[in-house]
């Protein structure tokens, strides 16, 4: 497929009809054969105008496919929505798509800055080794990932805040997605807030006797946190195999903040042992955020085997593993004048996964059909100790995950498309726990973090879409779920009345959307949709949380959460302009919060010889959010180009006492604008981010006292203040596998702090980079 203004080819242009779809490579070549004899074939590719043809012409064309370039097209591929490829102009939900081109030019650090870059994914920090995203009022296990399409959310996501993302490799990635809004129907459990969807780099095949050899690297740099990264890619193909590997190595120091903020977010020491005291150092550079410093590598490795037309086999192999890093808000908090602690770290951050898919094509009862099995071993921990205390304490969880999963697409006539498929997840979580005495070395067994558990979950699901005409497209699916969690708490660390706790429930979900585009320049969308979170070890765990006068012990008639949502969207597009809007209602219904509970019928029991109120989490509680998404998008023929998101939420949450609190992750007003230009070998971009302010009354309830990571306002409670940045970045092309990127962020030095972060974004920072493709 080739542009008609230049000839140029052009990757990722896609060929559909009849429910199948062909995509085509980096030299703009695509296999067609799945669409023989098709009377509608669609053509279309990002920046382009569609064009419906046949088979009968792109024969007679010699299967050379022209697109017009357009100023602005509001559909793009993804694969998010449905686990199979579809067009998001048939998809009724909000869809933000980041390609492999975007990332080249965005150059981000880590993935949860990749996200953060869309200007609609909010991100959260408690330490530089991190980022948790928060959508739509959502964040953690609120939040769906899924990496090739396989579920990476564990047993042990938590309702804080999370940095499994940055597990993920940003130079390894082909895709990523956010679909904003309900999931289950698709991705099940957790899909309550949206679904990420990252899709990772492919080996590409060799066309008939000839190999395809493909690859690249990249080394970058940055000042703020005297970053150094490599990477390098290659892959070799076939006509019958495929390999590619991929490495990248990331080292970063401790992040330095900007000059001109709140002086609230500085703390221009650290603390350092000698001998056997910790004492209080002061820091030559007082913006130096200390300790953030971390490094973190990332492999790849894939094999395809296309045995037909019909049928590929495809293995992967992912591992990522970071160094121990602090968490700096943890090092911030301060008891009687003297640091709380000398050291609170987490450990290695491990994610590894074995990913084997079958994909088919043209069977009885399927046109596309995709089977897949996948395991994972995840690792974390937790190091602490407090200041001149002896003791260090460490906590470890490793969680094994095991997933299969088929999907099934058939194609019907007068435009009616059938999904149909079968998930089994089985999570086996293992927590130990020691104290270790630094004075004498010796190393006791303490309580776990969670209990030794195990988490299954077994679900069905069907969806339908019919184009009612050429202009409608209307979509539903439901969703049936069964989870089962088994979980044993050992008597050696808690006298409690109980050994284990079961639980066996469903989960019942569904969605209706409706797509109508009454001109090629109007877009209406509209979806309503519930989605489920399943109790996890997590919520079990917190028997754990216990304190004096209560304890809190498990209870085997907890529900999934549910969550009713609803949101329409509006695009409208001009020969050089877009705007879209798009509104959101979302309503949490039995959240699990911790209430007063009875056990065996009875209100209290004796436990540590204190007789303590029974509590447990329970089903009890609701939560709200609405929320308005914009973007306004222009371009020109002469290579400028003008964007601006902007994101406003309000959410409540009730708490364990009954009250209603502004919820804690329904970050403040937020948005991203840039303009650009794209001349001949070279572009260049000015942007600026921005958050507003949260007033005091605005943070949540659980907020208020976290002093150590917001700043104060004039009566000494905490808020959040407004903040800005304004980046420049450019590149260059310096031939046809060359380039050189490189940037000036937050230009003033600003000092600034995402909203509900405990660590500050960095100061005036430099980057560059050189990028070779071969």
Known sequence: MINTDDGAVIPGATLSGGGHMAIADADGLADVSALKGQLKLEASALGYKSRALSWAELLSDSFLVELEPAHIIMDEVVVSASRLPEWSGQVPGRIRTLQREDIAALQPQTMADLLGFSGEVFIQKSQQGGGSPMIRGYAANRLLYAVDGVRMNTAIFRGG??????SLDAFATEQAEVLFGPGSVMYGSDAVGGVM?????????GRGSNSEVRGGATLRGATANAERTGHFHASIGWEKWAVLTSFTYNSFGHLRQGRHGPEDYLKPYFVQRRDTIDEVAFQEDPLEQRPTAYDQFNLMQKVHFRANEDIELRYAFHYSATSPYGRYDRHNRMRQGAPRYAQWDYGPQEWMMNHLSASFRNGPLYDRARISLAHQQFGESRIDRGFNSPVQRERVERVAA????????????????????????????????????????????????????SWQSMAVYLAH????????????????????????????????????????????????????????????????????????????????????????????????????????????????????????????????VRRNFSLNGQDSLLYDGVLSQVQAIQNAAAGRVVGLQGRVEAHSRSGFRAALHLNWQKGEE????????????????????????????????????????????????????????YALDAEGRAYAPAWYTLNVRARVFLSASWQLSAGLENLTDQRYRPYSSGVSGPGRNFFFSLTARF
């Open 465 to 592: 879409r019919v184009e009612l005409a050429s202009a409608v497209t209307l979509q539903g699916g439901l969703r049936y779920n069964h989870y089962v969690l088994s979980a044993e708490f050992d008597p050696g660390f808690y006298d409690l009345p109980f050994r284990s706790a079961d639980l066996s429930n469903g989960a019942l979900t569904g969605s209706a959307g409706l797509v109508w585009r009454p001109t090629e320049r109007w877009a209406l969308r509209t979806n309503l949709g519930t989605a489920f979170r399943s109790p996890n070890v997590d919520d079990i765990g917190k028997v754990f949380d216990s304190e004096p006068g209560a304890v809190t012990v498990p209870n085997p008639g907890l529900k999934a959460e549910y969550a009713w949502s609803a949101d329409v969207g509006a695009a409208h597009s001009w020969e050089w302009l877009e705007v879209e809007v798009t509104g959101y209602y979302s309503y949490l219904d039995r959240a699990l």
């Open 161 to 166: 805040n999370l940095q499994n993302v940055i």
């Open 197 to 205: 969807s990252f899709e990772t780099l492919s080996p590409v095949y």
């Open 654 to 709: 009730e708490l364990d006492n009954g009250e209603v609190s502004p919820s804690r992750h329904a970050a403040p007003a937020f948005g991203q604008a840039q303009v650009g230009y794209a001349g001949e070998g070279f572009e260049i971009s000015l942007w600026a981010q921005a958050q507003a302010e949260r007033e005091a009354e605005g943070l949540a309830v659980e907020e208020r006292g976290k002093t150590e990571i």
């Open 402 to 453: 095991l997933s299969a999963n088929a999907d099934f697409e058939k194609s019907w006539p007068d435009g009616h498309l059938t999904r149909y498929g079968l998930e089994w997840v089985r999570n086996d979580v293992v927590s130990t726990g020691t104290d270790a005495d630094l004075f004498t070395g010796a190393i006791a067994p303490a309580a776990p973090r969670y209990p030794q558990a």
